[in-house]
């Protein structure tokens, strides 16, 4: 079964400065695909940024990279020069195939001015 | 990217009423649609998965028959909460894959979600 691991319930980053989120993941697949996922408070599940499990490079999008580490099954998110916007949860999600996508229990990400 | 939109966007009931939400995929066809709910706080648990045509498949312990799901369009899934009560109450996300475009390495298929349904059962 699959299963993914969140274990920074709440993090605080001073505004410009990068924050890694941490995720680990548990699989004995060996083709999956690992998402990061942004909730506002609104509600709505904006995806961020993906990487696949054969992808040699770590993914990147703008401000946010993927720290990918098979050997270690973890998948940190980093985001470099925080801005206030990106106050908001923030989930490490799997899928393998054609399941649905799994999350992590978050974390909720608070930038300070 | 492809659009998923919800309706209602909140909802509040009284106990012992059934409330419909429904899913729309707007710029694609989903054979695949997904149900997530999320309690304050916590993260989102599937539900069940509906296939347009065929009946839904339900996650360990969810009650197929408090939560109804009809996906009888390749644009439209359905949930019906049925006799809701007020441990019923909250988020539900519906997700929709679209093959026709995707991210390498994963079945060639991106999963977009629809901005939520808040449902408050008094």
């Known amino acids: 079964a699959q299963k993914i691991t969140q274990t920074q319930p709440g993090m605080f980053v001073q505004e410009k400065e990068a924050v890694t989120l941490d995720c680990t993941y548990d699989?004995?697949?060996?083709?999956?695909?690992l998402f990061w996922y942004k909730q506002p408070s609104s509600g709505e599940m904006i995806f961020l940024i993906y990487q696949g499990s054969y992808d040699e490079q770590n993914a990147t999008e703008g401000r946010y990279s993927l720290n990918f580490q098979k050997a270690r099954k973890s998948a940190n998110l980093v985001i470099s020069a925080s801005q206030l916007g990106d106050s908001a949860m923030y989930f490490c999600a799997m899928r393998q195939g054609n399941t649905p996508l799994v999350f992590g229990k978050g974390t909720r990400l608070s930038v300070i001015a | 990217g492809a659009v998923v939109s919800q309706h209602p966007s909140w909802v509040i009931c009284k106990s012992g009423t059934s409330v419909k939400i429904e899913c729309r995929s707007l710029d694609f066809q989903a054979t695949t649609m997904f149900w997530y709910r999320q309690f304050p706080k916590q993260s989102l648990m599937l539900m069940a998965t509906?296939?347009?045509?065929?009946?839904?498949?339900?996650e360990q312990g969810v009650e197929k028959d408090k939560f109804l799901i009809n996906h009888a369009s390749l644009t439209l899934s359905t949930l019906t909460v049925t006799s809701a009560h007020p441990e019923d109450s909250s988020f539900y996300i519906c997700?929709?894959?679209?093959?026709?475009?995707?991210?390498?390495?994963?079945?060639?298929?991106?999963?977009?979600f629809g901005p939520g349904t808040r449902l408050t059962v008094l």
């Open positions: 699989t004995s697949d060996q083709s999956y695909g």
């Open positions: 509906s296939n347009e045509g065929s009946k839904a498949t339900y």
């Open positions: 997700s929709a894959r679209d093959f026709r475009a995707g991210l390498a390495g994963v079945g060639g298929d991106t999963q977009y």
